[in-house]
């Protein structure tokens, strides 16, 4: 069964700071992986998705990695800003249309 | 990418009660997909609501508790019946497009008293 890991729950960090996000999986067989942002009380905004056969995806200050060998996903913010604070989530599927849901990272960033 | 609207955006419900949710996509899609976040945890999927067919449910959702419609292929509702406490959420509709990114609603924050 596919489990799906964010470290850390929460983080905070202050403004301009460079900061990953975790995603951990434990079944290889992935088809794609997808990370999400929720603002408090919102639904999901798409940030990033990568397909098995990628190894990463960029856009803007936002830079997803895929290893799945290592079972892991890494969400790179470059030069966090204040607006940057929300709750990212990562999801992966593997060939059907469910998703399996991390619990998510809530990160604060500091003015 | 896809604009996904929900109604209503929040609700407070006595026990007992049904409340009603509706999803609308700007345009045609196959799979909608009906999401409950519980408070302070990740999402889960309910069902996936096929146009034409029964909705298809997640082990531990039945059709009883959250009957479905897709009525077309660009519209859903869930229903979540006979409320208690323990179903204030927030209920999330998504659908998948562009090379298999899934777009989500706005979500409905759902209160049982």
């Known amino acids: 069964k596919q489990e799906v890991t964010q470290i850390p729950a929460a983080l905070s960090v202050p403004e301009g700071e460079n900061l990953v996000l975790n995603c951990s999986f434990t079944?290889?067989?992935?088809?794609?992986l997808q990370w999400f942002r929720q603002d408090p009380g919102k639904g999901l905004t798409s940030l990033l998705l990568i397909q098995s056969s990628q190894r990463e995806q960029t856009s803007g200050r936002l830079n997803a990695s895929l290893d799945k060998s290592s079972g892991r996903s890494t969400l790179y913010i470059a030069a966090s800003q204040p607006g940057d604070s929300a709750t990212y989530l990562c999801?992966?599927?593997?060939?059907?249309?469910?998703?399996?849901f991390g619990t998510g990272t809530r990160l604060k960033v500091l003015a | 990418s896809a604009v996904i609207s929900q109604k209503p955006s929040r609700d407070i419900c006595q026990r007992g009660t049904s409340l009603t949710i509706q999803c609308q996509v700007d345009s045609q899609v196959t799979m909608m997909f009906w999401y409950r976040q519980q408070p302070g945890q990740s999402l889960t999927l309910i069902a996936t609501?096929?146009?034409?067919?029964?909705?298809?449910?997640e082990s531990g959702f039945v059709i009883d508790k959250f009957p479905i419609s897709r009525p077309n292929l660009t519209f859903s509702t869930l229903t979540v019946s006979n409320m208690s406490p323990e179903d204030s959420s927030i209920y999330l509709c998504s659908v998948e497009r562009s090379g298999d990114t899934q777009y989500f609603g706005p979500g409905t924050r759902l209160t049982v008293l």
């Open positions: 079944d290889s067989a992935i088809y794609n």
């Open positions: 999801a992966l599927t593997s060939g059907t249309y469910k998703y399996i």
């Open positions: 609501a096929n146009q034409g067919s029964e909705a298809t449910y």
